[in-house]
């Protein structure tokens, strides 16, 4: 009889060190989970940062574009109007100068 108490304490014991072992790994299986988490976290922000950084700089440039076309055709606007109103001064003086004549 003492025999099969001494069998039941020692596979109680025996039971009790698996349930701590195993306590120990589920929660060494939950840190890392943690850790694997944060570190994909992480790589997910830095990507987010990355790809916002990557759009702010091609806004950048297709705005540089844009206003590099906007000034070019702006310029382009101004040389005909100077061409129109040249053209109209040389006009006007004729004018004038006709109606000088006729008079």
Do not use: C
């Not at 890392?32 to 988490?37: F, Q, S």
């Not at 997910?44 to 297709?62: D, V």
């Not at 040389?79 to 000088?100: G, W």
């Amino acid at each position: 009889m003492e025999e099969i108490i001494k069998r039941i304490v020692d596979a109680e014991k025996e039971a009790e060190a698996r349930i701590e072992a195993a306590k120990g790994e589920a929660k060494k299986i939950v840190e890392d989970a943690k850790a694997e988490a944060r570190a994909i976290e992480e790589k997910i922000l830095e990507s987010a940062r990355k790809e916002g950084e990557e759009l702010i700089e091609n806004a950048r440039r297709e705005g540089e574009e844009e206003a590099k076309r906007i000034l070019a055709e702006g310029d382009r606007e101004i040389e005909d109007m100077k061409i129109k109103a040249t053209q109209n001064f040389e006009r006007a003086v004729s004018a004038v100068i006709e109606l000088v004549r006729g008079s």
